[in-house]
């Protein structure tokens, strides 16, 4: 059974460019959650889908953010414009999770080391 | 702002047991005790999670004080691959609200 992919694994662009991160979550896992984790930290909360509707957004940063899942599986990040301090590990996990159900783990992907230069 | 407290670091001998402890003291009676672990460059494991009971599996154990302020990981025979930032997370049992809120996590190494 395959895990949480994330692609590409390594992403270096120049400040300014446009960047987008790949998530294949694992099959059938409705829930979808997009993270950010600066050197040294622990992850923090960017958005939240439940199939193809994305029903929190509050962690993304600016505007410059945009996350997508349009056929509820694969999900896409897009920083637009990126900036220096976009540099981060941006982690994908999936779960089993169903609104208003009780918890199920959260499992992750590998991450996506982004750097801006 | 996470709701848990963690020793930033600690150190454990390879075959002993490892006990990681969590102070949650604001914890409410709905909410859940999750821990995960994070080893170097991989993204975060699920390792077990608790309501009030302790509870076992093929991982770890996981020891929940009476009052529910705090509790404990208890990996019984830690190798050198246990060696990870572990992270003790608490999150309602129901509801809407599904995001993990991370703290910094207790950088445990196993050392030979």
């Known amino acids: 059974g395959a895990g949480v992919s994330q692609s590409p694994r390594y992403k270096v662009a120049k400040r300014g460019q446009d960047v987008a991160l790949r998530c294949d979550p694992i099959?059938?896992?409705?829930?979808l959650f997009w993270y950010q984790q600066a050197l040294g930290q622990g992850p923090e909360f960017l958005t939240y889908?439940?199939?193809?509707?994305?029903?929190?957004k509050s962690g993304l940063p600016s505007d410059r953010f945009f996350a997508e899942r349009p056929e509820g599986s694969v999900s896409t990040l897009k920083i637009q414009r990126t900036q220096q301090e976009d540099s981060a590990v941006y982690l994908c996990a999936s779960s089993l999770m169903r609104q208003g159900a009780l918890l199920q783990p959260q499992h992750f992907g590998d991450g996506t080391r982004l750097s801006i230069l | 702002d996470a709701k848990t407290t963690q020793p930033p670091s600690m150190d454990c001998a390879e075959g002993r047991a490892a006990n990681l402890p969590c102070n949650h003291s604001?914890?409410?009676?709905?909410?859940?005790v999750y821990w995960y672990r994070q080893i170097h460059s991989q993204g975060p494991q699920y390792i077990i999670h608790g309501l009030k009971n302790n509870e076992t599996n093929e991982m770890a154990s996981l020891i929940i004080t009476e009052d529910r302020k705090s509790s404990t990981l208890i990996l019984p025979h830690a190798t050198l691959r246990d060696t990870a930032v572990y992270y003790c997370?608490?999150?309602?049992?129901?509801?809407?609200?599904?995001?993990?809120?991370w703290g910094l996590g207790t950088s445990l190494a196993v050392n030979p």
């Open positions: 604001t914890i409410s009676g709905n909410e859940y």
């Open positions: 889908f439940q199939n193809e509707a994305q029903l929190d």
């Open positions: 099959s059938g896992h409705v829930s």
């Open positions: 997370i608490v999150i309602l049992a129901a509801g809407n609200n599904r995001k993990l809120i």
